[in-house]
């Protein structure tokens, strides 16, 4: 399976507003010669973009955060290389409804639902997965995984009765991309000899 870094957001620098929003894209817009408007989304699911301000990354000779930062990118070629984000609040579920039984299908797909959308989860921790049928524990045979190897579904050992109900526990990370090739980091203060950079980083999740 395929490894990919962990984004470290656990540098203590991180300000307030934390963004993140939901995107659609290349939605397919008509126009009549009348003027009725109409349009057609071409992706099922959304993507997640963030956008997390950094108000202070110190770079002295023992806290190295900015040099953290900086170097994951460079580490990613900017927008190139994938990498997991483990967003605060959002990463599990419990008693998460995957669907019903219908005594021959294996194969569920293990989704997070939010209201009334539901997503795809790309990006499960292999460890931490639960499938249950009617409340009780059954095993899987297999996980099934996107082509960048990241877990996405499971393969029950055997098909849940007809109208069992199948639920999971299971968390997640976001595979995302950066948003941009550059990393702009300003230095707004100097203390004891060291810089203390600012700077905002921007990503979004991918579909598989």
Known sequence: MTTFPTF???????AFPVKKTPTFQA???HISVSGVST????????????????EFLRSDTVTREMQALMSFFQAQRGRALPFHFLDPDDNAVVSQSLG???????????IRSIGF?????QDVDTGSITVFANGVSVPFTELVTSNYGTVFGVTLSAAPAAGAIITANFTYKFLCRFSQDTLELSK????????VWTTTI?????LQ
């Open 188 to 195: 707004e203060l100097y203390i004891n000899g060291s810089g």
């Open 8 to 14: 470290p957001n656990n540098l203590p620098g991180l």
């Open 27 to 29: 939605t397919l817009e």
């Open 117 to 121: 959308a539901a997503d795809p989860m």
């Open 100 to 110: 019903i039984g219908d005594g021959a299908t294996t194969k569920f797909a293990l």
């Open 202 to 206: 921007q990503f979004a999740s991918i």
């Open 39 to 54: 349009a057609q989304s071409t992706q099922p699911f959304a993507n997640y973009a963030y956008e997390l301000p950094y």
